[in-house]
């Protein structure tokens, strides 16, 4: 709470002295029309200069009545004013406001019109700020004052109407920018952050916003807050190739170190990036959007993405560091080459590797409440495991004609993990102490290959919203894996016991599947289209599972268990057949449908008989657009996994047995969603409101039983009428001054409730589960030299059962994140970050809260600060831990891992070409803490 209030009362200090100046200032009023017509000309530049050297003061634009005021104005000082529109002639005046007259209304201006686009030559430091041309909004980025080192994006936060989120994300007017352009042309791909987060705003001369036209083709009936906006970069004269890019490397204390480069060449239409990059900081060497971008996994596709909280992820398979759960030292790296040949062919190359190595320790305690009893469950991990996974792709893109495109997508995978891992388990009762104990040594080895491809086809015709696709996947993955256990297990009630497990148990599993997608719109009148789309799905699983125990003598294993092996031949087909109506009323677009779906699945088993699965459904669909309001009703289908169904049980944790269920059910879900999302451009306020259900049947959940000595089973079954509901709302507001100074303030809620099923030891009770994380934050902005921001969480989880078996269960969590970065004196960066994390009631020997403080200092050296070295600390207040808690079922379970904690590190950075951009807080993915 001291760091809100810190933040309360620094945005206090600074808005009423901002608010009070401006009232000092003076003010230029008017009116502007058609000298013919005499209609108003909304939308003109107003723009107002200093008569000595055109400097531009400020400008405005002319209101849709075609009025203007232009505030903040020197007094006592020659000014011009310079009111620009596309063709009409320039108009001109000189004034001087005084404190006896701090305001001027030049009345109605007449503007004459001209056959040129700007009849006048304006001198070049009058360049209007803002003109438009059309459905174009060009800015004149000589206008916009930035830093020397600064990049597009900070360009972009510094034009009227335009925000840049934390994440780089950009909005124009509220609407969200898709693609970003460079004379035309794609800059390594689509993504507009590859260009705003990379090219130095120093080599931008022009900066034009209009509609995506390629989603309006796709979509006629888009509202109009939904059209995707593109930006067009126009370089200055000369600027046609380059290159950028960073190295950087450090060492620290305790062994510390980091090292990496990432580097972009760029000429015409051919882009080439190779990156590299290797640490032992638990934390990527790039920015996940960096690597998406640059690395190209944007251009060559990618589908599938895991993201772990403070930062790791992975991309297709490929870590690229920070996914572990422990103290993890990670390396990578790759190349990617993107082209366009004269034959309008885009092709893209790439190729990457992923390696970690992984030491973790780990408690995870579990309360489990019973109906007269509490089972504790404390087990203490200690694992070491390396992992690598290499991945090669593409991607061939063609516009075979101005309305026809099609795209092939191919990918390859290899992948291979080596873990070994020691875990000590203990079950305690509450009423009878101390029931069992299990020591188990465990090796994974696996191998992993995977194979996919998609091809893409779109064709739109001459008639307006007609538009015909084809989309094809094709995926294999086959997998091998042996897993040994070596396993004591000590039973102590209700009578003593000592079992012991020595097996081998090896998996070959292989997937196959190929997806088929025909789509048709077919615009029936002006107002109404018929849409029909067939899906054909072929899936084949093979998995095949054998245990074997070792030979007495030879040590080797070779004794085959025939209890614990099987084989699963699951292959089947999904046919989906869909049709509807797209009726547009308005402001109102209607989608009704309905969707056929057909399901035939062959489960054969080596050790029972077949099962052949048939269904048939007919499922509805709706979605409704009304301006801002999107809703959507919908129904999906899931078959169960291939181990689920697998009938052979899983001893490989002797105190905890798992078994397979041949019989399971497809899962049904009926769902829906409400999303509202709005931008009031006249107070930069940004509002989203979101709320989704799901209704499911036949739904997979666990049944459980926890015997006397304290084993536990648990088996995949199929349940009806669980349901649930989230939803959440988020407001920011955005104040800016002068263009230097800026305050955003927002709130969010959301808030989460399910109902379920709860089946042990044949007691039955339906869970009531809420979940509520308030969150509000605060940052301002200074001018650069200044940036605070400071966000604060409750989190609040319960849940509540019908049966009294069960004891209703409640906690609490708060966090709080602060982060200061103070840019003076000139070449000096100072920068702080302050997370809090606590919990309302840890279970008996884990911590409950933690404060994390990272600092940092850099200095900046070289032309154009290219050079920079930062010494920083981790973990100054020595208390990082990695906690949670969470609520499943009958049971709290609290999980505590050992962290890296404080230490020192000296790194140093140089930008190629100075592209690095600001110095300082969480945009710059090479100062992480």
């Known amino acids: 709470m001291r760091h809100t209030l810190l933040l309360a009362l620094l945005l206090s200090f600074f808005l009423p002295h901002s608010a009070k100046a401006q009232n000092q200032k003076g003010e230029l009023a008017g009116r502007l029309l058609d000298e013919t017509s005499k209609e108003a000309l909304p939308y003109a530049t107003v723009a107002v200069y200093t008569a000595a050297d055109t400097v531009m003061v400020t400008f405005r634009m002319s209101d849709e009545k075609g009025g203007f005021r232009v505030p903040g104005l020197p007094l006592g000082q020659e000014l011009r004013a310079v009111i620009t529109m596309m063709s009409f002639k320039v108009y001109r005046k000189e004034f001087v406001l005084s404190q006896e007259k701090p305001s001027l209304d030049l009345g109605v201006i007449n503007m004459e019109q001209s056959s040129n686009l700007l009849s006048e030559v304006l001198i070049v430091a009058e360049t209007p700020p803002v003109l438009v041309r059309n459905d174009t909004l060009e800015f004149n980025a000589a206008s916009f004052k930035t830093l020397p080192t600064s990049l597009v994006e900070d360009l972009l936060r510094k034009l009227p109407g335009v925000t840049v989120d934390q994440q780089g994300n950009i909005m124009v007017n509220g609407r969200s920018v898709q693609k970003i352009l460079v004379d035309g042309k794609e800059f390594f791909g689509s993504d507009p952050k590859v260009a705003s987060r990379n090219l130095p705003a120093d080599v931008i001369d022009k900066v034009q916003v209009m509609n995506d036209a390629e989603a309006l083709r796709r979509d006629p009936d888009m509202p109009e807050m939904d059209i995707p906006q593109v930006i067009n970069l126009t370089f200055k004269k000369g600027i046609k190739k380059g290159m950028f890019g960073k190295l950087h490397g450090g060492a620290g204390t305790d062994a510390r170190y980091e090292v990496g480069g990432i580097f972009n060449m760029f000429r015409d239409t051919t882009q080439i990036s190779v990156l590299g990059y290797s640490n032992n900081l638990n934390r990527p060497g790039f920015e996940m959007a960096d690597v998406r971008r640059i690395g190209g996994f944007d251009r060559s596709g990618f589908n599938s993405m895991s993201i772990r909280y403070g930062g790791g992820y992975a991309i297709n398979g490929v870590s690229f560091g920070g996914m572990g759960q422990g103290i993890q030292q990670s390396s990578g790296g790759g190349a990617n080459f993107n082209t366009v040949t004269k034959k309008r062919m885009k092709l893209n190359l790439q190729y990457f590797l992923g390696d970690a190595n992984e030491d973790l320790r780990q408690v995870v305690n579990a309360q489990q409440f019973l109906r007269s009893d509490t089972l504790i469950t404390r087990r203490d991990r200690d694992q070491n495991s390396r992992s690598q996974t290499h991945r090669v792709g593409g991607r061939m893109e063609w516009k075979l004609d101005s309305l026809t495109n099609l795209s092939i997508a191919p990918g390859l995978n290899f992948s291979y993990r080596l873990s070994n891992q020691n875990s000590f388990v203990s079950t305690y009762r509450n009423l009878s102490g101390l029931v069992n104990e299990s020591i188990n040594e465990e090796v994974v080895d696996s191998e992993e290959v995977s194979f996919s491809n998609t ?146 699945i062959n489960n054969s088993f080596e050790t029972m008989p077949a099962i052949e699965q048939r269904y048939f459904y007919a499922f509805p669909s709706l979605s409704v657009n009304w301006k801002q309001l999107h809703f959507n009703y919908n129904v999906d289908l899931r078959e ?129 589960s809420w979940r509520f994380y308030p969150e509000v934050e605060a940052r301002a902005n200074l001018d650069d030299k200044f940036e605070l921001s400071q966000s604060f969480t409750l989190s609040h989880q319960r849940s509540t059962y019908e049966n009294n078996a069960f004891d209703n269960l409640r906690f609490n969590t708060r966090a709080a994140r602060s982060e200061i970065v103070v840019r003076l004196p000139k070449k000096l960066v100072w920068e702080a970050t302050f997370d809090y994390w606590y919990n309302s009631n840890a279970a008996p020997g884990l911590q409950n809260s933690y404060g994390r403080l990272n600092a940092g200092i850099t200095y900046l050296f070289m032309k154009n600060d290219r050079a920079q070295l930062k010494l920083s600390v981790y973990d100054l207040l020595d208390q990082n831990i990695t906690a949670s808690r969470s609520i499943r079922e009958n049971l709290i379970q609290d999980f505590q891992t050992a962290a890296l904690t404080r230490y020192g590190l000296l790194t140093f950075t140089y930008n190629i070409r100075n592209f690095g951009g600001k110095v300082g807080g969480r945009q710059n993915p090479l100062f992480w803490f």
Do not use: C
């Not at 102590?492 to 088929?516: A, G, S, V």
């Not at 109404?528 to 080797?556: I, K, M, Q």
């Not at 926890?706 to 709302?729: F, H, I, K, M, Y």
């Open 640 to 768: 169960p996994n291939a181990t689920d169904l697998q009938p052979v049980l899983d001893n490989t944790d002797p105190l905890f047995i798992q078994y397979g269920n041949p019989e399971l059910q497809p899962t049904v879900s009926n769902s829906f969603s409400f999303n509202y999302r709005k931008y009031d451009t006249k107070r930069s306020l940004n509002y989203t409101a979101y709320l989704s259900g799901s209704l499911t049947n036949d739904a997979i959940i666990r049944e459980r039983t926890v015997e006397q000595n304290g084993l536990q089973t648990s088996r995949p079954v199929n349940v009806d009428g669980n349901w649930g509901l989230s939803g959440s709302a988020r407001v920011m507001k955005d104040y800016k001054y002068d263009n230097k100074k800026k305050f955003t303030i927002g709130a969010n809620m959301r808030v989460t409730y399910g109902t379920g099923l709860v089946l042990l030891n044949n007691a039955r009770s339906n869970s009531h």
């Open 455 to 600: 091809l893409s086809f779109e064709r739109f015709f001459r008639k307006k919203g007609r538009l015909l696709t084809l989309y094809s996947r094709m995926g294999r993955v086959s997998t091998l894996q042996d897993q040994f256990n070596e396993a004591e297990n000590t039973f102590y009630r209700p009578d003593p016991m000592i079992t012991y497990l020595d097996q081998l148990r090896q998996t070959d599993q292989e997937d196959f599947q190929i997806n088929n997608t025909f789509a048709y719109n077919e615009p029936m009148s002006k107002n109404l289209s018929a849409v029909f789309r067939l899906n054909v799905e072929y899936f084949r699983d093979e998995n095949v599972l054998v245990t074997y125990t070792p030979d007495p003598e030879s040590g080797e294993y070779e004794h085959l268990v025939p209890g614990l092996s099987n084989g699963l031949d699951r292959k089947g087909w999904r046919n989906y057949l869909t049709s509807g109506l797209k009726w547009k009323v308005k402001d109102v677009t209607l989608q009704p449908g309905i969707r056929f779906t057909s399901l035939h």
